[in-house]
């Protein structure tokens, strides 16, 4: 076998050696080192024990990456800067400790969930998994599950993510999977005016309760399942 190279002069081919059968040709193969810590800072390289850590510590844009399944306990996770938290693979989970009765995720500024599965573990809680009250605050589930969250109590009336006063909710390729609420509600509650934003394909069994005369944002949406609305 002859290999042709050209040089700087279009005239002239140079043919070199070929490789003989007997030479060892050594290759490097370069792979991802594997983190021990179960949240990782993507921008900054650094590793944390917690998200509750991670979050806290993150800078403005910065991407958290979930190695591992990890439980938010004690007190509900507050972000004070733009975040974007997302599963290493799509298979992590953030579950809800058994002894929290208390909201998950308060956001204070834009957050991000993506690629990843968010679990009640089955318990009935008194709070939701997300509240919205801030104007600064877009939540964005993007492909992400939230299943096994409970809240059946007559007086829980505000789902699993409430959009309570302000800010804006979207929904892109988000499963509820498993999921119980108070007769009569839905797995989102929407209570500001036209702040829902639905996009892709999402799966809502619970369907989306609709306080007052407000509408939600059917964007660009390819639902395979019916979204039932509740209408105040």
């Keep these: ?15 070199p050696s070929p490789i003989a059968s007997s030479e060892k040709v050594n290759y490097m193969i370069v792979t991802e080192p594997q983190s021990s810590y179960p949240v990782d800072n993507k921008n900054t390289g650094v590793g944390y024990s917690t998200l509750a850590a991670a979050v806290a510590a993150a800078a403005e844009n910065d991407t958290l990456i979930v190695n591992e399944d990890v439980t938010i306990s004690g007190n509900r996770l507050e972000n004070n800067v733009t975040v974007t938290i997302m599963g290493k693979t799509g298979d992590e989970k ?14 204070k ?3 991000t969930l993506k690629d990843i599965i968010l679990d009640g573990q089955s318990v009935n809680r008194k709070k939701p998994v997300f509240e919205v009250s801030n104007a600064a605050v877009t939540l ?13 109590d007559s007086d829980q009336k505000q789902g699993h993510i409430c959009l309570k006063t302000n800010g804006t909710v979207v929904l892109r390729n988000t499963t509820f999977l498993d999921n119980a609420v108070a007769e009569g509600y839905g ?37 395979t399942t019916p979204i039932d609305l509740i209408v105040e």
């Design 187 to 223: 797995d989102v509650f929407v209570g500001v005016n036209k702040k829902v934003i639905l996009d892709g394909n999402n799966i809502i069994p619970n369907g989306i309760f609709i306080e007052k005369s407000y509408a939600i944002i059917d964007s660009v949406a390819t639902h």
């Design 109 to 111: 500024k834009a957050i």
């Design 140 to 152: 964005t589930l993007d492909n992400v599950t939230v299943q096994n969250f409970s809240r059946t």
């Design 94 to 107: 953030i579950l809800r400790d058994k002894g929290l009765d208390n909201i998950m995720f308060l956001p």
């Design 1 to 15: 076998m002859t290999y042709e190279m050209f040089t700087n002069d279009p005239t002239k081919v140079e043919t």
